[in-house]
């Protein structure tokens, strides 16, 4: 079975850049190979910027090496692969900055008259690698508060 697109692209870069390269600007990217196209999703608009200023040169570059006709375009945009579906969790339909009677895994009531949307708590939370410590410490900020990481602050 002949190897991906992006994985001989891949294979090519890591010979050319350094490794903080690849895991900081080229890794993060998904690739969607089409016949006629390959997409390259970048996480963020800030990631799609410096492969663009920095990096789709090249990348083109190596496409049109690899094929000896008609190599396939290389579209670069912010995206992500899509999940698939989560069928087994039913989520309440409420409108933002409604309350409800949400009780917090503890067993206390969310605060009554606050704006905050009930749903967006630690159960309905989608953890993936570039959250994973800032779920930590605002677990552990909920489970101890004015204790770990006084004050909080998460910026991105």
Request: charged residues 20%; proline residues 7%; glycine residues 6%.
């Amino acid at each position: 079975m002949e190897a991906s697109l992006w994985k001989q692209c891949l294979d090519h870069l890591e010979g050319e850049l350094s490794e903080q390269q690849l895991n900081t600007w080229i890794r993060p990217l998904h690739a969607i190979e089409q016949h006629d196209e390959l997409r390259l999703l970048a996480p963020n608009r800030f990631v799609q910027d410096w492969v663009k200023d920095h990096f789709i040169v090249r990348i083109n570059q190596v496409v049109t090496s690899l094929f000896a006709d008609a190599p396939p375009r290389v579209v670069l945009e912010v995206g992500s692969v899509a999940a698939p579906p989560v069928n087994d969790i039913s989520l309440p339909t409420l409108r933002p900055g409604t309350v409800g009677d949400v009780r917090t895994k503890n067993g206390h009531n969310s605060v009554q008259g606050s704006t905050l949307n009930p749903i967006f708590n630690f159960d309905t939370f989608v953890e993936g690698k570039s959250n994973q410590l800032a779920r930590a410490a605002s677990i552990q900020v909920a489970e101890n508060p004015g204790g770990a990481y006084n004050p909080l602050f998460i910026y991105g």
